[in-house]
């Protein structure tokens, strides 16, 4: 860091005014100007205010002393989460500030994509999403209407590449919702930040559904787009009646309120499960319509509902992957983890109270247990996001599988990017045990 006082700061702010607000964060924040990076969280009760109060904080950063090149990344989200608590009632004021120095040899770009052609790969203007491989990871955030999928195959896509993020919640159809700087984006537009150097991002993602079924598991044998038609040679919508009417009532209800599914690559070995809203069906092709385009024939497929304890006990377990991986990391003569110094947590609008029973701060309670260290707390920031952008499972550890680079859009998801500050000799240690990983540490 740039001086030893001057490290990654959450701050919030219930302010009913959202100038006063902003005021409120950056006059919490000590050594504001050795700050290079900067989040801004607002919550719905101010995301009226938003473009003023963009433009005041990043005037005000300038004032004070900020660095002139500190970037600043505005989001509109559903709540809004720092100071190790959840602000998830949307008629609840909150906004929340991030923001820390970036480590000595840490190289940082912001990044956007503004939705001005009807396709990504018809848009030939706009070059600023064209990193070059040194770039490793990426934040990115953007509104319901920018296509991000294929932004993220088209534009980020890269081996290796650890990209994590989620999808602003705008108060009105045609408001900007996304800003880096003082300079708001239109409709359909991503921006993000890409880290090289000394500065990378390590994901946990935490799933939001449980499997039913006793967590039986199939493959799909016949599909068609997003058109599941068959599972272990059965006709997919006859088994799901199968089931339906042979599950326990407590299930019953659960799938007549809210039936999802998990899809998991070949390759996964069936573990860490993507999961997808069922669409609908085609009785006539005894098929099942899921929101995803990468389905494939030979893929796991399991049904899926909400359920809260159990989304809390994944949360936990992935807590528990994520240290553990970082613990082997950390005793590899041959690669080192680095030193997290904050984390963003994304998590879906539907999660919260609302998924716990009424009990407050689960997520980030757990998110903070990711960055605990005998030096100082952990620090926490992030919002409730329309969907969740990062890889399945983890990423970013050498001791994981070697990353493929995919990451994907999440429903009902907690995803949490751990910014960890490298050496030179840990970063490059780092980079080369993953490329020659094949074994998780989990089998």
């Given amino acids: 860091m740039t001086t030893q006082e001057a490290q990654w700061q959450s701050h919030i702010s219930t302010h009913m005014n959202g100038l006063s607000a902003v005021d409120k964060l950056l006059d919490d924040v000590t050594h504001l100007e050795e700050m290079d990076l900067a989040f801004l969280f607002v919550g719905q009760a101010h995301a009226s205010e938003f473009e003023a109060m963009v433009t005041h904080a990043y005037q005000k950063l300038i004032k004070h002393g900020c660095k002139t090149k500190i970037q600043l990344i505005s989001i509109i989200g559903g709540g809004v989460i720092g100071e190790n608590v959840e602000i998830d009632d949307p008629q609840r004021p909150g906004v929340s500030l991030l923001l820390g120095p970036l480590p000595e040899g840490a190289e940082v770009r912001t990044i956007e994509y503004s939705n001005s052609a009807t396709d990504v790969k018809d848009n030939k203007k706009d070059t600023t999403w064209k990193l070059s491989s040194k770039y490793d ?89 997003n058109l599941v038609t068959g599972l272990d ?39 860490d499960f993507l999961s997808r809203q069922i669409m609908g069906f085609a009785p006539s092709l005894h098929g099942i319509a899921i929101a995803t385009t990468n389905v494939e024939v030979g893929d796991h497929f399991c049904f899926q509902v909400r359920d809260g304890k159990t989304v809390q006990q994944d949360l936990q377990l992935m807590v528990q992957r994520t240290n553990a991986a970082r613990l082997f990391d950390n005793t590899d003569s041959d690669a080192k983890s680095g030193h997290p110094v904050a984390a963003l947590q994304i998590s879906c609008v539907a999660r919260g109270r ?3 029973a009424g009990l407050p701060n689960v997520d980030v309670s757990n998110v903070m247990r990711l960055l605990e ?9 992030g919002f409730f996001a329309n969907g969740e952008i990062g890889p399945v499972g983890l990423a970013g550890f050498s001791t994981t599988v070697e990353h493929s680079g995919n990451s994907y859009l999440h429903s009902f998801t907690t995803v949490a990017a751990i910014l960890c500050k490298y050496t030179t000799e840990d970063h490059n240690r780092s980079s080369r045990s993953a490329q020659t990983e094949s074994l998780d540490a989990w089998g």
């Fill in 373 to 381: 260290s005998p030096e100082r707390g952990p620090v926490v920031g």
């Fill in 354 to 356: 609302g998924m716990f």
């Fill in 233 to 271: 040679g059965q006709p997919a919508l006859e088994l799901l009646q199968q089931l339906a009417n042979t599950a326990p009532p407590e299930e019953q209800e659960q799938i007549t309120s809210g039936l999802l599914c998990g899809v998991a690559k070949a390759s996964s070995c069936g573990e």
């Fill in 137 to 225: 990871s990426c934040l990115v955030f953007c509104d319901p209407w920018a296509p991000v999928e294929n932004i993220l195959q088209e534009y980020l896509y890269q081996p290796g590449r650890v990209v994590a993020g989620g999808i602003s919640c705008p108060y009105l159809a045609d408001q900007s919702s996304v800003a880096i700087n003082d300079r708001l984006f239109p409709q359909g537009s991503m921006i993000g930040v890409a880290f090289a150097g000394n500065l990378g991002l390590q994901t946990m993602v935490a799933q939001g559904c449980r499997p039913i079924a006793s967590g039986r598991t199939y493959k799909i044998t016949a599909c068609e787009g």
